[in-house]
């Protein structure tokens, strides 16, 4: 396999985002290889909104002793400097940050949805930018895994602190660069296709989390709960606890195959 040059660091602070998926593994490896390792001004950051799979934790977990990267482990905190750096033996995996997170909202019964997807930017991207502004970061480039074949979601970056680079679609890399190389590994992200990022996550289509009610329905049971906590909806048009209804009267072709935004085509929530 060869390297391109358009996996070779810029000068100055770097922050990796690692989003816990195959992309931005991927990167995080090709990245590596071609600059001989990670200088010490290169941050490698996995967010953590606790309700990835375990499988997605084993995966992060793997790549930091695998491939011997250090990762920081993040979690949004309601308190502040509202970041905690955790470790791979302590991260949540009972929904803790989202939750402290809609309890900083919840006189409001407000939930995130897919037109105020404000999970992304609190959980993700506040987050880490907390913790590197706490390392005494002034500015730095902000590293996306985003492929080649995914150009609409390439955009500029809107806060001045940093710039946005996209290394894979730099590349012309495509899903099939990415899955072959998981393909020659040894290890591999095991979860079921479509549970990546948060389980429930509202950008996903009906048929994703009617799968997920079926494979899952006691991870599927947090997102009622947590709507039924606030009296808010995650989605205008729907609740979990009719979808859940529904999927246990209904065949799979009944649900909308369409997903929003970073979901569609096995996207990673990257911000």
């Known amino acids: 396999m060869t390297y391109s040059n358009s996996y070779k660091l810029p000068e100055g602070n770097v922050l990796i985002s690692l989003s816990g998926g195959r992309t931005s593994a991927y990167m995080l490896h090709q990245i590596c290889v071609a600059n001989d390792g990670l200088r010490d001004d290169v941050v490698v950051a996995f967010a953590n909104t606790g309700r990835e799979m375990e499988g997605t934790i084993d995966f992060v977990k793997e790549i930091q002793h695998r491939w011997d990267v250090n990762i920081r482990w993040l979690e949004y905190r309601k308190a502040k400097p509202k970041y905690e750096e955790v470790g791979h033996n302590s991260v949540s995996l009972d929904g803790r940050p989202f939750m ?153 072709w009944i649900f909308d195959e369409d997903a929003y935004l970073c979901q569609a085509d096995d996207g990673e929530c990257t911000g």
């Not at 930018?129 to 809107?158: A, C, H, Q, Y």
């Not at 290394?167 to 979860?191: C, G, H, M, R, S």
């Open 100 to 252: 402290e997170m809609v309890d900083s909202t919840s006189s409001n019964n407000f939930l995130p949805n897919q037109n105020m997807r404000y999970c992304t930017q609190e959980l993700k991207v506040k987050t880490i930018k907390r913790f590197l502004v706490g390392m005494g970061w002034k500015r730095w480039t902000n590293t996306v895994g985003i492929r080649g074949d995914e150009p609409r979601r390439l955009r500029e970056s809107k806060d001045n602190r940093w710039v946005n680079w996209y290394p894979i679609a730099d590349a012309k890399e495509t899903v099939k660069n990415v899955n072959y190389f998981w393909e020659q590994q040894p290890f591999d992200l095991k979860i079921m296709k479509g549970s990546g990022n948060c389980d429930g996550c509202f950008l996903k289509s009906e048929s994703t989390l009617a799968a997920m009610f079926r494979e899952h329905p006691e991870r599927m049971q947090w997102w009622i709960d947590m709507e039924e906590k606030t009296g808010g909806k995650f989605h205008k048009n729907r609740t979990y606890k009719s979808l859940s209804e529904f999927v246990s009267l209904q065949r799979d």
